[in-house]
């Protein structure tokens, strides 16, 4: 059972793993306004945050829009989180999400670095001890392959194959006897697909297009994810979210590359709205997901503490109860073991007292959670 | 390290991957993606790591590319340490060797290789362009601040110090110098300290120290707490004992010349 709870993002390079996660975690107190529950950062969290914040602002301010204002991810990061259950103090559960740089998940960059092959085995046990993986599609790289060679560009664009494959390891461990009361929460999550939507303040009309060319292309992924974990349930959310909400995509090239055997693609940009202003949709939904996955999976560990509380005080009981003799009484009452023995169950009662309460609290804390309605773009498959 | 055009090109060291990932112990401490410079001296080696050097060229998405330059033993060359140094902390410096390296590394040298062009000279282009990094006076007489300290990165006498800790670096000194991004409290910069076995240095880029500030590394543990020591308790322990023998011979004396 995980001490502290994990989730992780997982695509190739340049599909945008850190705006995504910026996004989300860029506005958390704004996300979960009116929820039971904040989300604090750690120190090193807030601050790889407000970087990576001040240059997706830094590319809105210089008026043309980079869609990669981003620097690129060059090291694995651990963002750590403390989620907080608001009219208790007492409820302080850490959770950590993982991003790396896409390039890792190919094995034959871990092949060639032992930078990458030491810090992927690290991310590996990370993201198998997720109890969500969020996994963002490049949406236009899905929508604008229109000739065969860009539509044969797709898959390797997308490392679909190494996807599949961390999911495959990822849903294996899931199903592992000691990870099943864990949730399991699979998030597909296209992003850049302001332009297919009319929703946040854009013309598009491709929503059910989108929707269906993520179903064809991940099916795959889906049905390892499904044969993996037989055993359990895995919740499959469908989540496309507008990672700045302003800027729409005005043209794509797919330039040929002659270290690549397929085309690469490339994407311009523009504003829209006057001033532009970030407009980020869909993406308090995952939030909302996330936390209710932690509190879920904490839950389940509090659980457990309070049987093994109840387990222990059962104990002191049977030994305070049974029969004794006169020799073993007089030991037992004059050696001080009596004493200690009410001491201990009194401190069991306290805990299990505790756990009770904070477990209500949460129950409740979840229950308002599930009640908050998730964006209309969010399904669940 | 850098990375190519392609979006599959990602991040990679082009060139000799370095045997020792030195900078390890502070590598959580800092921002890689960022502006950062990492100094360690260990076993009289000189190491240093500087990242975010700027590139002019982009990948296929339209991202600045960037330069992580690692150089290991600089220790004998006191000149090419305080360019890297200077090169480290100012924006010029680090934007005058990014330049420098475009012109050893730019057009299409760095896919080539990354598209596994074998290119056995990576370090001497870099040399090449240290070597033309314009030439940097020792920093004034003055000490090194304490043994593990945090300061203001905008601070000229914080950045003096730092300068002067890299100078006993490079005369054998062990331990880190290093910038971050990453760390902004003298709160997380104690706990980077207590994360790192040996002494450090830390400028913090963005943050609310205002002044070089000791920072402290955890001691021996706490001792044993009050109370007796063991010796002591097992005299107690015979005293009390004895005591309770001679109180029970007096309770069955006074029992038995009531009975009998």
């Known amino acids: ?381 | 390290m850098t990375r190519g055009t392609a979006r599959a090109n990602d991040y990679q060291f082009i060139g000799d991957e370095p045997a020792d990932r030195w900078w390890a112990p502070v590598a959580d401490q800092v921002l890689m993606e960022e502006a950062e410079l990492i100094v360690a001296g260990r076993d009289g080696r000189l190491c240093f790591l500087l990242s975010g050097v700027p590139s002019a060229r982009r990948d296929v998405i339209g991202t600045e590319v960037r330069y992580t330059v690692v150089v290991e033993d600089v220790a004998a060359d006191l000149d090419v340490a305080r360019k890297l140094l200077t090169a480290g902390l100012t924006d010029a410096g680090r934007a005058r060797f990014g330049e420098l390296l475009d012109k050893s590394f730019g057009g299409t040298v760095v896919d080539e290789i990354l598209g596994g062009a074998a290119r056995a000279d990576v370090p001497e282009l870099v040399g090449a362009a240290l070597r033309e990094l314009p030439g940097t006076p020792a920093p004034a007489d003055g000490d090194d601040g304490p043994r593990s300290w945090a300061g203001p990165w905008e601070k000229p006498d914080a950045l003096d110090t730092f300068r002067r800790r890299v100078e006993r670096l490079a005369a054998g000194g062990d331990g880190y110098a290093f910038t971050t991004h990453l760390l902004s409290t003298l709160k997380g910069a104690e706990a980077a300290n207590a994360a790192v076995p040996d002494d450090v240095a830390i400028l913090l880029v963005d943050g609310t120290v205002d002044r070089v500030t000791e920072l402290g590394k955890a001691g021996p543990g706490p001792g044993p707490g009050p109370g007796p020591a063991p010796g002591r308790r097992v005299t107690l322990v015979i005293g009390g004992l004895v005591m309770a023998a001679g109180a029970l011979i007096w309770v069955l004396w006074w029992i038995a010349r009531r009975l009998f």
């Not at chain 1, 060679?149 to 390797?156: K, M």
């Not at chain 1, 503490?305 to 073993?328: M, N, P, S, T």
């Open chain 1, 1 to 381: 059972m995980n001490p502290s709870f994990k989730a992780a993002v997982v695509g190739p390079s340049r599909v945008g793993k850190t705006t995504l996660l910026t996004a989300i975690l860029a506005e958390t107190e704004r996300l979960l306004a009116g929820s039971p529950v904040a989300i604090t950062p750690d120190e090193k969290t807030a601050n790889r945050v407000r970087a990576n914040r001040r240059q997706l602002r830094g590319a809105l301010e210089a008026g043309e829009f980079n869609a990669a204002a981003l620097k690129g991810t060059q090291e694995k990061s651990e963002y750590t989180l403390m989620l907080q259950s608001a009219g208790d103090d007492t409820i302080d559960i850490p959770f950590s999400i993982l991003d790396f740089p896409g390039g890792w998940l190919d094995p034959a960059v871990r092949e060639s670095s032992s930078r990458a092959a030491t810090d992927w085995a690290r991310c590996e046990a990370h993201i198998r001890e997720s109890v969500m993986l969020l996994v963002p599609i490049d949406s236009a790289v899905l929508m604008e392959a229109v000739t065969p060679p860009q539509r044969r560009a797709v898959p390797d664009l997308l490392a679909f194959e190494d996807v599949e494959a961390v999911a495959r390891k990822w849903a294996m461990t899931r199903n592992m006897e000691e990870y099943r009361d864990e949730p399991a929460v699979l998030v597909l999550a296209p992003i850049k697909c302001e332009k297919y939507f009319g929703d946040n303040g854009g013309h598009g009309r491709d929503a059910d297009r989108l929707k269906q060319k993520v179903r064809e292309k991940y099916g795959t992924l889906l049905e390892i994810v499904a044969a993996e974990a037989q055993d359990r349930d895995v919740r499959v959310l469908y989540a496309p979210i507008d990672t700045y909400g302003c800027v729409e995509l005005m043209e794509a090239h797919w330039p040929a590359n002659p270290v690549l055997d397929h085309l690469d693609f490339e994407a311009h940009y523009r504003f829209r709205g006057n001033p532009p202003r970030i407009a980020v949709k869909a993406a308090a939904t995952i939030m909302q997901e996330l936390c209710r996955c932690v509190m879920s999976g904490w839950d389940t560990v509090q659980k457990q503490e309070i049987d093994e509380y109840q387990g222990a005080y059962q104990q002191l009981l049977a030994r305070k109860v049974e029969a004794k003799g006169f020799r073993r009484a007089l030991t037992f009452y004059l050696g001080g073991e009596a004493r200690r023995n009410r001491l201990a169950r009194a401190a069991n009662q306290a805990q299990i007292a505790a756990g009770e309460r904070r477990r209500l609290q949460l129950q409740e804390a979840v229950e308002k959670l599930a009640t908050t309605p998730y964006d209309r773009r969010v399904e669940e498959w």
